[in-house]
Nanobody, 125 residues
Framework: QVQLVESGGGLVQAGGSLRLSCVVS????????MGWFRQAPGKEREFLAN????????YYVDSVKGRFTISRDNAKNTLYLQMDSLKPEDTAVYYC??????????????????WGQGTQVTISS
């Protein structure tokens, strides 16, 4: 059974940084394209970024481009999201997701098969 466990969330001031991690177990991490999503209260789950199986290709939504960096370490079965210049509107629960489907650039929640439980990120003004 594939499991994804996020960590690294917390409370930081606007302008600060956080690094989220997502450890994947029970599957072959290098066979999954990975993504990060977030969901704020009362809003739909929002795609943020994805990364290809070997980490050669990444894609970001415009709202986080230049501030967030997605990366992965296949030797450690771990996905990362470095978040800089954080804003109060970045407050949300952040989720990592994995897919073994052959989708060129998976950006929709339905493109992903496996999900973590989420980690809360709160940015104070």
């Amino acid at each position: 059974q594939v499991q994804l466990v996020e960590s690294g969330g917390g409370l930081v001031q606007a302008g600060g940084s956080l690094r989220l991690s997502c450890v994947v177990s029970g599957g072959t991490f290098s066979s999954y394209a990975m993504g990060w999503f977030r969901q704020a209260p009362g809003k739909e789950r929002e795609f943020l970024a994805n990364i290809s199986r070997r980490g050669m290709n990444t894609y970001y939504v415009d709202s986080v481009k230049g501030r967030f960096t997605i990366s992965r370490d296949n030797a450690k079965n771990t996905l990362y999201l470095q978040m800089d210049s954080l804003k109060p509107e970045d407050t949300a629960v952040y989720y990592c997701a994995a897919t073994d489907r052959l989708i060129w650039t998976p950006t929709k929640a339905g493109d992903y098969v496996y999900w973590g439980q989420g980690t809360q990120v709160t940015i104070s003004s």
